[in-house]
């Protein structure tokens, strides 16, 4: 399966398409690693990374995982800055 991109801006304006495009892309995969491929993303909120956290524990209890690939800078700063870097990048 394809790496699912995220855009340049990923916020809350697309947060409902994000978590549905994640939740099919799970159940897709079946126990796969989901990859999420993030390197153009330029800016993410808070909202865009917690729907992340949500997909990444829920692939862990379907057996699978969330895979996060090509962590740009500034979304490593974003996520460190709401204290969820640790949890999704490791």
Known sequence: ????????????????????????????????????????????????LQCLLNTSREASRLGGRLELAGVSADFRRYADYVGLAAELIG
């Open 1 to 48: 399966m394809e790496p699912l991109t995220l855009p340049e801006v990923t916020n809350i304006a697309g947060v409902a398409a994000l978590h549905a495009l994640l939740r099919e892309r799970l159940v897709a995969a079946d126990k796969a690693p989901l990859v999420v491929d993030c390197s153009a993303v330029r800016s993410i909120d808070a909202a865009s």
